[in-house]
Nanobody, 115 residues
């Protein structure tokens, strides 16, 4: 079992920044990939960014240049730095841990961008 706990969500104005954190615990295997997904009301969950244990990154087109994913392998923690936030970034953001066919999800953290 792998448990994921997200933090850092909140309310921010357009153009502002937030930093999300996700700490993993339990049966962690180092050769994993971790990432962030989001789900807005009435929409399907979508990929935001993924980072492998070696540091390779994948970003959704809609966040390129604005969001940065990083990880601290010693702390089993992944971060999402979100800059230049837009109204359409409002969603619940979920942390994801993936190792082969095993997938674990966090409980989600709300990000609201509003003026």
């Amino acid at each position: 079992q792998v448990q994921l706990v997200e933090s850092g969500g909140g309310l921010v104005q357009p153009g502002g920044s937030l930093r999300l954190s996700c700490a993993a615990s339990g049966s962690i295997v180092s050769s994993n990939a971790m990432g962030w997904y989001r789900q807005a009301p009435g929409k399907e969950r979508e990929l935001v960014a993924i980072i492998t244990n070696s540091g390779s990154k994948i970003y959704a087109d809609f966040v390129k240049g604005r969001f940065t994913i990083s990880r601290d392998n010693a702390k089993n923690t992944v971060y999402l730095q979100m800059n230049s936030l837009k109204l359409e970034d409002t969603a619940v953001y979920y942390c994801n841990y993936r190792l082969s066919s095993f997938v674990s999800w966090g409980q989600g953290t709300q990000v609201t961008v509003s003026s």
